[in-house]
Every structure is written in structure tokens, then in C-alpha cells.
């Protein structure tokens, strides 16, 4: 049984050039996950309307690129990639992912304690059961 409780700590913020930011949260609807970059993306597009080149992702894990069950569309990887975000900032680095087909810079926070935090929400979900 899925936990909606631990999969919701993933977040995610569109931030555009002119420094207008939209963010979200994974949400679990009709028995599929919605990831936080697919929500924060699309909160985006409705309230001002296509990202504008040189907009950029934070997030607290970096984007999904594999094919998933349990998620809502197309890769997040995919999504950013169709939405020409150039760069995402992470938390953390999901070792279980791997992005070769990304055309966005990854780059992951080297704060120390941002980066504990964030691979312990996601070790939430992460381990092995």
C-alpha cells in the first residue's frame, strides 16, 4: 500500500527569469503520482502561461527519467526537457535515476545539510522494502 503522506515531501518551484515562482507538491490522484515537477510546471502554465526560456527548477529530489506505474504522463526528465528549462537544482540526486537523455543541467546543492534533509525524505520512499 502506498504511503500518500511520504511521497507528497518532494517539492518542486518553477522560478522564470523576471523571478515569478510557482511550486508544488507530489500529489496522488486517481491512483497515480503526480510528481511535484509535472504539478509546479503545469501551476505555471495556468497562471502565466508558457515558461519563458532561461527558467529554471528547484526541487528536493532531482526528476524521474525511467517509465513508472504508479505516475501520471511522461518522465519528468521528458517534461522538462518539451518545457526548454535549461537548469534544476536539487537537494539530492536520486541514485536510482539516471538522466542521459536530459537537456537540462543537473546540479545538486553542496549544502550539507540541505542535502541530509532531502535524501532522507526521499530515503522515505527510496529503500528497498
Not at 510557482?22 to 503545469?42: C, K, P
Not at 502565466?48 to 513508472?68: D, Q, R
Not at 517534461?79 to 541514485?95: A, R, S
Given at each position: 500500500?502506498?504511503?500518500k503522506?511520504?511521497?507528497?515531501m518532494?517539492?518542486a518551484c518553477?522560478i522564470d527569469p523576471?523571478?515569478r515562482?510557482?511550486?508544488s507538491?507530489s500529489?496522488?490522484?486517481?491512483?497515480l503520482?503526480q510528481h511535484a515537477?509535472?504539478?509546479?510546471?503545469?501551476?505555471?502554465i495556468?497562471?502565466?502561461g508558457k515558461?519563458?526560456?532561461?527558467?529554471?527548477?528547484?526541487t528536493?529530489l532531482?526528476?524521474?527519467?525511467?517509465?513508472m506505474?504508479?505516475?501520471?504522463?511522461?518522465?519528468?526528465?521528458?517534461?522538462?526537457?518539451?518545457?526548454?528549462i535549461?537548469?534544476?537544482?536539487c537537494?539530492y540526486?536520486?541514485p536510482?535515476q539516471?538522466?542521459?537523455?536530459?537537456?537540462y543541467?543537473?546540479?545538486?546543492t553542496d549544502?550539507?545539510k540541505?542535502k541530509?534533509?532531502?535524501?532522507?525524505f526521499?530515503d522515505?520512499?527510496?529503500?528497498?522494502?
Amino acid at each position: 500500500r502506498i504511503d500518500k503522506h511520504k511521497y507528497g515531501m518532494v517539492a518542486a518551484c518553477v522560478i522564470d527569469p523576471e523571478n515569478r515562482k510557482v511550486s508544488s507538491t507530489s500529489t496522488f490522484e486517481q491512483g497515480l503520482w503526480q510528481h511535484a515537477e509535472r504539478n509546479a510546471i503545469n501551476n505555471y502554465i495556468s497562471k502565466y502561461g508558457k515558461i519563458p526560456k532561461g527558467s529554471s527548477i528547484v526541487t528536493t529530489l532531482s526528476p524521474c527519467n525511467e517509465e513508472m506505474d504508479d505516475r501520471f504522463g511522461q518522465s519528468c526528465t521528458d517534461l522538462i526537457n518539451f518545457n526548454h528549462i535549461k537548469n534544476v537544482y536539487c537537494g539530492y540526486i536520486d541514485p536510482s535515476q539516471d538522466s542521459p537523455h536530459a537537456k537540462y543541467k543537473l546540479k545538486e546543492t553542496d549544502i550539507g545539510k540541505i542535502k541530509d534533509l532531502c535524501k532522507s525524505f526521499a530515503d522515505t520512499f527510496l529503500k528497498k522494502k
